[in-house]
């Protein structure tokens, strides 16, 4: 690894804008890596050497070919609203930031193709504007989360519940994107070139241009549905989501009582055993789920209706109480709290959840996402764990394996370990042909770093910028 | 049951459009009854004695009240092709059709408000133009089917792979029925009360306003898959179908050799041997439909694409070889052929069609058509049956029921026979209250002929108008 020339590279781009505002700089080095104590404790020192805002492809090529001569770093990043210091310089460098980069390009019946650091609140608002279209799924980070960041590091959200996660085929349509060699060049990716680099957190070629599928966009009611029973609560979310003529765009299962300790604006109005699911509803189908309420006799009651409430203060957007958005709530009023990201996989995913509930009962907390997979409805969970220590967390999480859940770890900042903790071929490979000299967000893929890694222990990349007290 | 005073309500009702041509009345007392070998010897014979055509509400009311006073059966119609002889007068009186009410009164997002006479086509043109919308589900009749025939007649059709059936939640919001009574009512039902008239035949309320959801209209890409191997056919139809990023509005698997024997301008195209599926593809969903079949390594292959091909004819629609219209092919080349109706649940969907093919082979070729049920995706069948005897038709029937499929029998006319073989009570009760006198298209509702009918062998309505021989 060759020693990075920071100062040549920086003077090389002066003409390109360029943050120097330090504690601008410190921010834009930062996501909400923060979410997990483990990361918290690992990467708060992180800092970039110096932030750049390309406006242009062109740009961006030519920080990538000023960067790739220097051996400086670039670690990519859009609102940096990722939780698994996927936008973080491990080894300080360049931090390109896309906010620059924001144009729609093209809207037609069911696509768009749009630049990458528009955030996606706009560009939903863009699409709904053109045509009454809006994106299949996005992150509850929406109103700040960017199309690029979403796609770089995401893997579903809202809307997983009707079209799955990002990753399936027909979620990304296209993607162009620029490599870093002495001469950059534009690659387009379609079809099984996708998972080069969909979810590869900017590592192996840096996306300039997106093509995505659109949904139509409706004005969905949001409704609260508050059940005294957990398990009637997850029931419930599962028949919405497998009533095939009832359209929804979301449907959040969260245990009691993170609703009256987390949910302040919600809290007045449920009870400490209160379990809510949320639904985001398409305004045609409500009168269908209220009568596949009343078919079913769902023990559960509509407290909030978006389109008809009387409660002095609303929630806001439901949507900004799920997915990570939970996590979010909770850790604002106990930032002693700390999450997982679990899969509970069709045909177990209930069985599997009370077995974890019983198995652990407070210290970890359920909140479901109703996802589909393989054309079937089961549980992404994204429980709210009492955090004691890094061992009892290991443990909490190797329980959870023992029992058949799978664990998408959100206390590791490499691909591997937050994802299946194996080697992604398609991302190695493409990482060799696109950035030959290991300089695009160093220390987030252990196969090109550690071949022969085995996931005994956390990954710990060596060359990470050490600790200021390490340091002295 | 009075007897119809027949000339004095024609009389009253002279004011309202009428056809009093003979053999327009005779081509208007017929569906597609006729698909079915044992409705066709038993309801050839069957004629209105007068035709009407209101072209509002308010002559519905008025041909009711009048038909009411004078004790005169209403069997109501679309375009006749429903093919359980839903719209055949079964002991004459008048039948009232309902082609001038064909005016849409609302498109919104997601919502359309429509007079039942539509054809479905020209329906789906107006959504299209109006906001790029189509209905969720419609049948392979689109050309000349009405959407109220479909509510009233129908179950299901191209659409049901994503939406389910008709009668699931959502899947219509609202009817506005006029009911036969002294002095006729008109009632607005939605929620759990639209079970009462939809796919009621006409038999307890007429209907005379219709709102549907919507979904988005495409340019859908139509494309023929040729297999070798039946099982790979439908395996690759149930595996498109399950994934969730892959936009369908139809999935068809067609067993060797009816693609061969019967679909003539394909014919040409395939092999005695070629099993096909028939695809309906989003054109934003093409290249993750191919990416899905190179990474399954699918042994089928694609020989038509409606958006690129070479085909000095082309078969025109699709669609149009699916659902009915596959037997409809087939009868007109082989008019000694008939059909069944058939469900394959989920999960032994798969099983059981393997198992029945086994049991017969060409005497019941498969037509599956790709549903979804309780979020689950399955196969209705629609399998071409060498037609030898009643007797063998109902042997096959029970062979069926035995492996544990569902059968839903074409070769009835009634209600009960055609479905599950039971009361429906709330379209019981609902005739009761809107059809006192059992006028509205009688001999159709089992329940209320016969309450003590137990099924062991065809119902044959007592009131039928005989046929001729038999009277003379």
């Known amino acids: 690894m060759s020693t990075p020339n920071i100062a040549a590279a920086k003077a090389a781009l002066s003409h390109i804008e360029q943050d120097e505002n330090p504690a601008t700089i410190r921010s834009k080095s930062r996501d909400f890596f923060w979410y997990s104590p483990v990361l918290k404790e690992k990467m708060d020192h992180l800092e970039a050497d110096f932030v750049v805002n390309p406006k242009s492809e062109e740009e961006v090529i030519e920080i990538l070919r000023v960067c790739y001569a220097h051996d400086v770093p670039v670690t990519t990043r859009g609102a940096g609203t990722g939780n698994y210091g996927q936008a973080m310089p491990m080894r300080g460098g360049c931090v390109m930031h896309m906010k620059n980069m924001a144009s729609v390009k093209e809207i037609a019946p069911g696509r768009v193709v749009t630049e990458p650091?528009?955030?996606?609140?706009?560009?939903?608002?863009?699409?709904?504007?053109?045509?009454?279209?809006?994106?299949?799924?996005?992150?509850?980070?929406?109103?700040?989360?960017?199309?690029?960041?979403?796609?770089?590091?995401?893997?579903?959200?809202?809307?997983?519940?009707?079209?799955?996660?990002?990753?399936?085929?027909?979620?990304?349509?296209?993607?162009?994107?620029?490599?870093?060699?002495?001469?950059p060049r534009v690659v387009e990716l379609t079809g099984d070139e996708l998972p080069r680099v969909s979810h590869a957190f900017g590592t192996n070629g840096i996306i300039t241009?997106?093509?995505?599928?659109?949904?139509?966009a409706y004005d969905w009611t949001e409704l609260l549905v508050a059940f005294d029973d957990f398990p009637d609560a997850a029931k419930f979310a599962e028949g919405v989501a497998n009533q095939d003529g009832i359209l929804i765009k979301l449907a959040t299962v969260i245990e009691a009582p993170i609703g009256k300790s987390y949910f302040q604006r919600i809290a007045p109005h449920v009870?400490?055993?209160?379990?809510?699911?949320?639904?985001?509803?398409?305004?045609?189908?409500?009168?269908?789920?209220?009568?596949?309420?009343?078919?079913?006799?769902?023990?559960?009651?509509?407290i909030y209706d978006s389109t008809d409430n009387d409660w002095p203060r609303t929630p806001g957007a439901l949507a900004e109480y799920t997915w990570n958005h939970t996590t979010l709530r909770a850790l604002k009023v106990d930032p002693s709290i700390t999450y997982l990201q679990v899969r509970y996989r069709y045909p177990d995913h209930m069985e599997l959840v009370e077995k974890v509930r019983a198995?652990?009962?407070?210290?970890?907390?359920?909140?479901?996402?109703?996802?589909?997979?393989?054309?079937?409805?089961?549980?992404?969970?994204?429980?709210?764990?009492?955090?004691?220590?890094?061992?009892?967390?290991?443990?909490?999480?190797?329980i959870h394996e023992e029992m058949g859940c799978m664990i998408f770890n959100p206390h590791r900042y490499t691909l591997e370990e937050g994802g299946r903790q194996s080697t992604d071929a398609r991302q190695l490979n493409f990482k060799r042909e696109a950035d030959p000299k290991g300089l695009l967000n160093p220390g987030k893929m252990i196969a090109w770093d550690d071949p022969d890694f085995d996931y005994a222990t956390m990954y710990d990349y060596p060359a990470m910028t050490p600790k200021p007290e390490a340091a002295e």
Chains 1, 2 share one sequence.
């Open 359 to 398: 198995e652990f009962g407070a210290e970890v907390l359920q909140h479901l996402e109703v996802m589909r997979e393989n054309g079937k409805v089961m549980f992404a969970g994204l429980p709210i764990v009492a955090f004691s220590t890094p061992e009892r967390l290991e443990e909490i999480i190797r």
């Open 209 to 216: 241009e997106i093509e995505m599928p659109l949904a139509p």
């Open 271 to 302: 009870e400490e055993g209160t379990n809510l699911v949320i639904l985001l509803v398409a305004p045609h189908s409500v009168e269908g789920l209220k009568t596949f309420m009343e078919a079913e006799e769902v023990p559960g009651a509509i």
């Open 117 to 183: 650091g528009i955030v996606v609140k706009e560009l939903d608002a863009q699409t709904r504007a053109h045509s009454g279209q809006e994106l299949r799924m996005m992150p509850s980070t929406f109103a700040t989360a960017t199309i690029g960041g979403f796609v770089a590091g995401g893997s579903g959200g809202i809307g997983s519940c009707t079209w799955g996660a990002l990753r399936d085929f027909g979620n990304i349509i296209r993607l162009r994107v620029v490599t870093m060699e002495e001469e």
